[in-house]
């Protein structure tokens, strides 16, 4: 499965379980959308986290950590996404804006000018 096919089938199992009432059992996804921003904020800062600290380990087994938990970062930035209702295809056209500029000249527009105290 391409890795469009897998985030396009996570965004749409992200909105039916935001758009549907879920009677009974109540899916992970469903809980982190019904706590809102504050713990899916909380799911993104903790997964960030683990990134982070998965990136310093070694060897094949730390590279495998660091998929792992990437995948689990990537995972929550679309639950927040899908509770703000924007599709992933946004964020791609964002980055496609960027592509081929500097990072600094792309930061520094997004902050327009420079006032003269700067």
């Known amino acids: 499965m391409s890795q469009e096919a897998i985030l396009a089938r996570i965004e749409a199992v992200i909105a039916q379980r935001r758009d549907e009432a879920v009677s009974g059992k ?5 809980s982190l959308l019904e706590k ?25 087994e730390g590279r495998e950590h660091l998929v792992k938990e990437a995948a ?5 930035l679309l639950v927040m996404l899908g509770h703000a ?28 000018p420079k006032k003269p105290n700067d």
């Open 85 to 112: 209702r924007i599709d992933y295809s946004e964020v791609e056209a964002e980055l496609g804006k960027r592509f081929g500029i500097g990072g600094h000249e792309e930061k520094a527009a997004r902050q327009g």
């Open 36 to 60: 809102g921003v504050p713990k899916i904020s909380e799911k993104i800062m903790e997964e960030a986290a683990e990134v982070v600290e998965a990136a310093g380990e070694p060897g094949s």
């Open 26 to 30: 109540k899916s992970y996804v469903a």
């Open 72 to 76: 689990d970062l990537v995972f929550h």
